[in-house]
């Protein structure tokens, strides 16, 4: 069954450095999203994507953050400037034009 | 905007028994879909079930299965015959029906479920 695929699984990075974070939509999917969870906590969105370019986003999502799809199957989050407040685990999730979206196994980022 | 309430944060239940996680939800969109999805500890987000909004007949998933009520704009989780491998975090969440763009999920905050032998 295809899949949401993303990387790293996990990293630990330190205040200040940026980083990025890898998806893989699934296959002829359209929609892609981030979402992310800080321990404990709920689910936040943070931005959605289409047809090459931001259909939504959050107030989370601020200057620090952007997204990319520079090859036509990757997705990728970066935040520039990584705060501790920035830990929290990060899904990537697709959609094809039906309306389930699948969700990867998640990014977990320690910010120290 | 939509919000999500999930007003039991944790629940227990023993194996092979019945349990509902309830949810209700406010939009002022017609046309929607309903979700369920589970966090089990690996922290992976699995889909578990969904509803139409507009269809009235209330979808089931082998053990799952929903209470849908439109008017009241609640969307409860039924779990029969529970097993040790239910045990998870439990998220209601909404999503309007959008054509030709994205359109998010909203989560709730969530039910912890415990199934014990």
């Known amino acids: 069954e295809p899949e949401v695929t993303q990387t790293p699984s996990h990293q630990v990075t330190q205040m200040g450095q940026e980083v990025i974070l890898r998806c893989v939509p699934i296959?002829?999917?359209?929609?892609f999203y981030w979402y992310r969870q800080i321990l404990g906590q709920k689910v936040e969105f943070l931005v959605s994507f289409y047809n090459n370019e931001i259909s939504e986003k959050s107030e989370i999502f601020d200057d620090q953050f952007s997204v990319e799809r520079p090859d036509g199957s990757n997705f990728t989050l970066k935040i520039r400037s990584t705060k501790l407040e920035d830990s929290a685990m990060y899904f990537c999730?697709?959609?094809?034009?039906?309306?389930?979206?699948?969700f990867g196994e998640g990014s977990w980022l320690t910010v120290v | 905007a939509q919000t999500v309430t999930q007003s039991q944060p944790e629940m227990s239940v023993q194996e092979a028994e019945t349990v509902t996680l309830s949810c209700t939800y406010d939009t002022s969109e017609s046309n929607y879909y309903l979700f369920w999805y589970k966090q089990p500890p690996s922290r992976q987000m699995i889909l578990v079930i969904r509803?139409?909004?507009?269809?009235?007949q209330n979808a089931t998933e082998n053990r799952f299965s929903v209470n849908f009520q439109k008017a009241a704009k609640s969307f409860s989780l039924k779990i029969s015959d529970s097993q040790l491998g239910d045990t998870a975090m439990y998220f209601c969440?909404?999503?309007?029906?959008?054509?030709?763009?994205?359109?998010?999920?909203?989560f709730g905050t969530g039910t912890r479920l415990q199934v014990t032998l």
């Open positions: 509803q139409e909004a507009y269809k009235q």
């Open positions: 969440a909404p999503r309007v029906h959008n054509t030709g763009t994205a359109s998010k999920l909203t």
């Open positions: 296959s002829n999917h359209l929609y």
């Open positions: 999730a697709s959609q094809a034009a039906g309306n389930t979206i699948y």
